[in-house]
């Protein structure tokens, strides 16, 4: 029987996150949710992709039955309610967003990485829950290999795209290496959170963290291994940093022109970046030669920028994408086509055993070997091309399916099971 790959989505292209969360699966709803999508009729396999910002089921299924229809159902079943807004694919079409979503190509943020990790999960729950079989399972798998070509291969998640990647990158450029830098930073918040965190995993062992509220800031110093400097006293230690991030929501500047004057004889400039909003440094520091100061705005710039350098890189990103697919539907076809050419091996060689011991009989066990050898070898370099040929035919075209009947129906194989995408019966020993 032919099947059908199918994805019906939702994301944040099309969704407010408001409705988005309505229909999201938790992730102990999708394994017992998997089993009563493969149960319904027709549906041989799905997975369940639900993330903050989309959720998509892919599914294998006849296609003889409406899948589109069975899907909203099935999510107005389990959810309450069905999206009125959605995109849907099949065939060629669902395996090729399935690619561009696993290396970031349809993501909020265009190259994030985190999205691969989340279809590698998804696949595997569904692995799990024994709703994928082969054709599924072939498909992840090149669909994560694809992902990581494309992230080997180009620029697409190089450069940083968020405030506090940034922030840290520009710490890189301008004061490398950063392993041996005193860092001060200013904030227990999500932005100082994360530039924390790129912090340590640019390598900088000297961290101090400051916040008016000591029980955040001591929690956010435990758990980098940072020190933590009461907010009173953050002036005090002043003159030992090399690069200070302020990331507060602070009404009033954290430190002004006067801070630094006193603090800083040092022989190379101490970088200052301002994270906050408002301004957390008067701007007036800048005027200071021994510092040197940038804005948000600054690196909102280099933000910008990457995103800039990271759409250039689409390009090559979906040709990469494409032959991926190309290889995919490759072996699909050759898979859908192996029936009918085992079918065809097997009628032909049983014809071409017929004919030898027909006419071998009188031979010598040499000969007959040597016969046997020879019209072993001329059947292989007949059946080479049209085997070729059958291979490229596939199921994803009404023309190849076709073409496939018609070779059935040209050398009258009769076989029942080249019709299905189970194995051939073996052969008994």
């Known amino acids: 029987m032919l099947q059908k790959i ?27 949710a998997l089993r009563e999508l493969q149960s319904l009729n027709g549906i041989v396999g799905g997975v369940i992709l639900s993330t903050c910002n989309r959720l998509e089921i892919y599914t294998l299924s006849s296609p003889d039955i409406d899948i589109l229809s069975v899907l909203l159902e099935f999510i107005q079943q389990k959810k309450g309610r069905a999206p009125d807004t959605f995109y849907y694919y099949e065939a060629q079409r669902a395996i090729f967003h399935l690619f561009r979503v696993a290396c970031g190509l349809d993501s909020m943020i265009l190259g994030e990485t985190q999205i691969l990790a989340q279809v590698k999960e998804a696949w595997q729950m569904a692995a799990q829950a024994n709703s994928t079989e082969t054709i599924l399972d072939k498909l992840f798998t090149q669909a994560l290999a694809a992902a990581k070509k494309v992230h080997r291969s180009t620029g697409l998640c190089r450069g940083a795209v968020s405030v506090a990647s940034a922030a840290v990158e520009l710490a890189q450029h301008v004061c490398a290496p950063l ?122 710039n280099i933000v910008q920028k990457n995103l800039e350098k990271r759409q250039k890189q ?27 050419i085992l079918a065809l091996r097997e009628k032909l060689e049983s014809i071409r055993q017929e004919e030898l011991d027909k006419h071998s009989h009188h031979l010598s066990p040499q000969e007959r070997e040597d016969l046997d050898h020879i019209t072993r070898a001329l059947l292989n370099k007949l059946l080479h091309h049209p085997f070729t040929r059958l291979k490229q035919l596939g199921k994803f075209t009404l023309c190849g399916r076709l073409k496939l009947n018609i070779a059935k129906r040209l050398f009258d ?13 073996r052969r008994q020993p």
């Open 314 to 340: 689409v390009p090559y990103a979906e040709y990469i994408l494409y032959k991926e697919l190309q290889r995919f539907l490759t072996w699909s076809n050759g898979r859908s086509a192996a029936p009918i």
């Open 6 to 32: 199918a994805v019906l989505g939702i994301n944040h292209k099309i969704l407010p996150l408001d409705l988005r969360e309505k229909l999201a699966f938790l992730p102990e709803e999708i394994p017992p």
């Open 413 to 425: 194989l009769q076989s029942q099971w080249y019709e299905s995408d189970d194995h051939p019966p």
């Open 179 to 300: 392993e041996s830098r005193c860092v001060l930073l200013c904030g227990a918040g999500e932005t100082a959170r994360l530039v924390s965190w790129h912090l340590r995993q640019k390598g900088v062992r000297q961290l101090w963290i400051t916040n008016r509220s000591v029980k955040r800031g001591e929690g956010l110093a435990r758990e980098r291994g940072a020190i933590f400097v009461p907010f009173s006293q953050k002036e005090r230690i002043l003159p030992q940093m090399e690069i200070v991030i302020a990331a507060t929501h602070s009404p009033k500047f954290l430190f002004t022109k006067s801070d630094f004057c006193h603090c800083f004889q040092k022989s190379s400039p101490v970088l200052l970046l301002d994270l906050g909003v408002p301004r957390n440094l008067d701007p007036a520091i800048g005027e200071l030669a021994s510092v040197q100061l940038y804005a948000l705005d600054g690196v909102q």
